[in-house]
């Protein structure tokens, strides 16, 4: 997709800087411009080095069906269907504009509703998880998503390490996650073994990975590699993952509170609907200004008061 001719007219959007438990975001606000964000500006975007440093962009942008349209990409710059963590920002980004605290906010992987509780809280009604093999999606047809095993992935020594996890728990929330259960999940090298399962072939659009330790009925702790992000201190999608998966095969209840390392999350599995409610903090960082060539790379950015 070429900028060339949709460069904004001032040459500068205007960002926010935001998090959900430490999972962080640039949040640029395209809405009035013809201008938009694409992978290669999100990752210069996200660089922590060169750029203002984030583990997704969110590009807000116009909609016919919500609010606004939130085009979400990963660090590397692939673009993806969901974040919850990310649409608890704009949920209490929109109530901060217009003063609603409900808002309608449509993703490529549909239209989600959020309710900003606070100032800095939100939930968000993350719709109903999809569990058939294609959906997923996995390489081939697999009966039970709720066991799967990850067989080898040639990806070489990290992927010995797989087969100690045992069988795996594979559901889409907007997104493709993978969820192994272990006893401590703080114990997994999840940073060596992480690229391994992310990229396993096994899943022809990579997938988020989770490790998590179910502590009682309604508790577990998470770590995640997020795909296309690595490490995060937070994973609103994978939180919602895992509780489907722990209720689903019986090691959990329904409504729980998911402890990853930024923060606790309160996910409900709705028995009515089969929708998942994500409930949780939102932390405004700063809000600044981008500056954008006429080619649609980022030549500048600045935090304004
Ligand atoms: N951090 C996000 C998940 C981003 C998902 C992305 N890593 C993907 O490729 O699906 C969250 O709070 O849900």
Known sequence: ????????????????????????????????????????????????????????????????????FMRIFNADGSEVGACGNVSRCVAVLLADENGLEHCMIETASGVIAATATSTDTASVDMGAPKFGWIDIPLAHPVDDTSEVFIG??????????????????????????????????EAIDLARIGPALEQHPLFPERVNVSMAQVNGPDSITLRVWERGAGLTRACGTAACAVTVAAARTGRAKRHLTVNLPGGPLDIHWRASD????????????????????????????????
């Not at 990806?155 to 997104?175: I, K, M, Q, R, T």
């Not at 981008?290 to 304004?304: W, Y």
Request: glycine share 10%; aromatic share 6%.
């Open 274 to 305: 089969d929708h998942i409610i994500m409930t949780g903090p939102v932390e405004w960082e700063h809000r600044g200004e981008i500056d954008i060539s006429p080619m649609g790379a980022l030549t500048g950015f600045r935090e304004v008061a």
């Open 152 to 185: 080898p992935a040639g990806a070489g020594a990290a992927e010995d390490d797989v087969f100690d996890l045992g069988l795996a728990s594979v559901v889409n929330v907007g997104n493709p996650h993978c969820v192994f259960w272990v006893d401590d999940a």
């Open 1 to 68: 997709m070429s900028n060339v001719l949709r460069a904004p007219a001032g040459d500068h959007l205007r960002y926010w800087k935001m998090n959900g438990l430490g999972n962080d975001f640039v949040i640029a606000d395209t809405r009035s411009t013809s201008f938009r964000v694409d992978g290669a500006l999100a990752r210069a975007l996200s660089d922590r080095d060169e750029g203002i440093g984030c583990d997704q962009v969110a590009a807000l942008e116009p909609s016919d069906r919500a609010d606004l």
